[in-house]
């Protein structure tokens, strides 16, 4: 008998999706199970998932113990899987069972596979011979050993379905039933690679080492936009492939995946799995269970694919690895970026940490020597990183209600006189940040949150960015009730669109915004449609900074440099640096090159002169001066705590408490700030309150932050959510 296999009626310990917070006892069913296994066991009146995580504990009279019902036709959970999860469930501070659901969040994981009906080449020649007929059995024998669906092959040959048909009832063509859970098609490692460059070759070099040896390393891949970064990492995925390995590409943004799965097709030869909230509930099952089987080679995806069952993932590549969007903020409160470190070192996999503008944390660790650092100084061919100027503000005199400065207008217009392109930046969705009433002074917020609504003036609504909830724009305040005095104050990149308009009458404007797009497919056409020329101005928030490909486009104006900085986010310096030298990297990337000019009202701030100079180590060593001074990440750790309750005394009351009973964090050394009102106060009706703790690098902080919270009882109605290496304060 087999290590870790129990025999039927054995006690087994099941890990199981429901927030109970501990593991189950049951017995093995007919013909045993491994540790592993995906399960379904009873549970009162219901069946629920579970994994065997080991044998049972039988401190439960054993007569009572009711049996697994079923082991589920999916490939087990590996030890180094089962492992990460219990890593992660320690790092967040979270309950095992939300880790199993975060592991297996696609339906009917137990199902017995489902069916569709596919064609392929028969073996009979059909009595008459169309041109249609013809169109058909070419794309089967163009596509030897594939099948189609009837769509797709209709499509292929551009005949009605009915031509299909036609054929399968005289043989030529067959009809047959065949799983949807596919493999997906193999991917070859030898097909499109590119030559590279000196520096692009070493780079590649380093990273094939790492996979080559089969073991865990984290290497940083540093290189302005442009210069290759995708090309390299796509060499290392190809090593990976070759080791017969699985590889994992994270990218921060949805709207990106459509064009990096096309350099793929182009570089493999085939598509990979793809997993992200756009997908069929159809295709995750799919990409799970090949996942697990092997059957999916390479998954493109977003952070939750960290958490997919891979059968031996030898690389994980994190795009743009200082992108906040790694971050989860609700729910299980993770970085992907970080899980992805220690994922890959549970299964000796190798991870790359691919952006222009690392993360101050990345970039420490790679100067401490915990990472590699692979740079790649130049971008790719002949095309320049672009000039980068400041326009003073102070100096422009604008009208009140204008934001385009005249020197930014003179260099749009000879842009667009040019043919070329210009993006003008503005982070801030919809119209009007600020809807101000002018009789009462009041401005209108959101009911439920301590939030401004924010006009968008093309969905004709009034919107709160933390709920989501919309109203009609109003056309009398909602205080005072006086008609005709409601005014829009500030500017979203609609209104900025007018200003362009009204500016440049001429010029076709395409604004490029999350809220204004239906579907993933409607951003990529768009972007799609820009990249080939069809518009000449770009308004656009910071969707459009994350590794577009626009060849024609030459200036970038930034309409408001400053906006990031006015936070007290201990981030702020860092996070506007990477937007504005991102942005900036979107200008002439082919062959005219680009510039990039950044409207400020303070140009000798620190941050403002950096992005400016461009002189980027010396940035990072300032940044990484000051946390250490002040002790925070990535010199210092840090959680944030936040409780909400329905009224404002519960939620300070437990606040208090705690701060009042912080013995186990000062055992440690540790500190603790608040309780104060939470930076937005109100979401969702819920009131909010935050604490912050702070500990020395090394300081046992989550078994300190258990022995915290754990002994109190929540009130009815409140919940308190723990923050490891928050992000965000909001
Ligand atoms: P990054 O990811 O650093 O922004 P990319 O990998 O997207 O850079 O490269 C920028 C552009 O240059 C892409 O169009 C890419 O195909 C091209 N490119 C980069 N390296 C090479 C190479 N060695 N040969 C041909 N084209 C390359
Ligand atoms: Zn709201």
Known sequence: MSAGFHAAGELVAVLTTEPLDRLL?????????????FVEVPLGPRKVLGVVWGPGKGDFDHNRVRPVIRVLDAAPMTPAMREFLGRVADYTLTPMSAMLRLATRSPGLGDPPAMRTVYRLGNAAPPRLTDARKRVLEVLSDYAGLSFTLGELAAQAGVSSGVVKGLVASGAVLEEASPRDLPYPRLDPDLGGKPLNEEQAAAVAVLAGGIGKGVYGTTLLQGVTGSGKTEVYLEAVAATLRQRRQALVLL??????????????????????????????????????????????????????????????????????????????????????????????????????????????????????????????????????????????R?????SNRWISERMVAEVAARVAAGEQALLFLNRRGYAPVTLCRACGQQIACQHCDARMVEHRFLKRLMCHQCGETIPIPTECPSCKVEGKLAALGPGVERLAEEVHARFPEARVAVLSSDLFGSARALKEQILAIAEGGADIIIGTQLVAKGHNFPLLTLVGVIDA???????????????????????????RHDKPGLALLQTWQPEHPVIRAILGGDEE????????????????PYGRMAGIVISAPEVGQAFDLGHHLARNAAPLHRIGAQVFGPAAAPIARIRGRHRVRLLVKAAKGAPLQAALSDWVGPVKLPNGVRLAIDIDPQSFY
């Open 395 to 399: 100096e422009e005199n604008l009208p």
């Open 252 to 393: 921060p943004e949805i709207a990106l995946t459509a064009e990096f799965l096309d350099r793929v097709e182009a570089r493999f030869g085939a598509r990979p799995a793809e997993w992200h909230s756009g997908i069929t509930l159809t295709e995750r099952r799919r990409v799970w269970r090949m996942v697990g089987e092997g059957g999916a080679e390479l998954v493109v995806g977003a952070r939750s694919a960290l958490f997919l069952p891979f059968r031996d993932l030898g690389l994980i590549v994190v795009d743009e690895e200082h992108d906040s969007s790694y971050k989860q903020e609700d729910g299980v409160l993770y970085s992907a970026r970080d899980m992805a470190v220690l994922r890959a070192s549970l299964c000796s996999a190798q991870v790359v940490l691919a952006s222009a503008t690392p993360s101050l944390e990345s970039w420490a660790n790679a100067e401490a020597g915990k990472y590699r650092r692979v740079i790649l100084t130049s971008r790719f061919g002949d095309s320049v990183l672009p000039e980068m100027r400041a326009i003073d503000m």
């Open 25 to 37: 006892d049951y017995k093995a069913p007919q013909g045993g199970c491994f540790d592993g296994a």
């Open 618 to 633: 010396s940035f990072w060593r300032a940044e990484a001066e000051e946390r250490r001074q002040a002790g925070v990440p």
């Open 562 to 588: 400053d906006l990031g900085l006015q936070g007290s986010d201990l981030r702020a310096a860092e996070r506007t640096f990477q937007l504005m030298r991102q942005v900036a990297g979107r200008a002439g």
